[in-house]
């Protein structure tokens, strides 16, 4: 059973950093693709960094390329998402997925994990 269970929850201030993990224990070859989505209130899931781990490619929107960046720690296995130069537009629950096809609509990933609240303020 594949178990996604994110960490790093917290507070920061504008410009500030914060580092999410998501163990990924369970993942089979076929979930191959890592996923981190963020939501706010009323508002869909948007994607914000995902990782291929067949081939070990990650990407980010082009939006956050300058701020955001996602690795795969596979001695820890777990996902990362680096987040640097925060704004308070960054404030909101960052989700960890896993699923078999690339996408980036929430939709398409089958496993979740259950959040990490980030805020940030000015």
């Known amino acids: 059973q594949v178990l996604l269970v994110e960490s790093g929850a917290g507070s920061a201030q504008t410009r500030g950093s914060l580092r999410l993990s998501c163990p990924t224990s369970g993942i089979t070859k076929d979930s191959q693709y890592l996923v981190w989505f963020r939501q706010t209130p009323g508002k869909e899931r948007n994607w914000v960094a995902r990782y291929n781990v067949k081939f070990d490619i990650p990407a980010v929107p082009d939006s956050l390329e300058e701020r955001f960046a996602v690795s795969r720690d596979k001695a820890k296995n777990t996902l990362d998402l680096q987040m640097n130069s925060l704004k308070v537009e960054d404030t909101a629950m960052y989700y960890c997925?896993?699923?078999?096809?690339?996408?980036?609509?929430?939709?398409?990933?089958?496993?979740w994990g259950r959040g990490t609240q980030v805020t940030v303020s000015s």
């Open positions: 997925a896993a699923g078999t096809k690339i996408s980036t609509r929430a939709g398409d990933y089958e496993y």
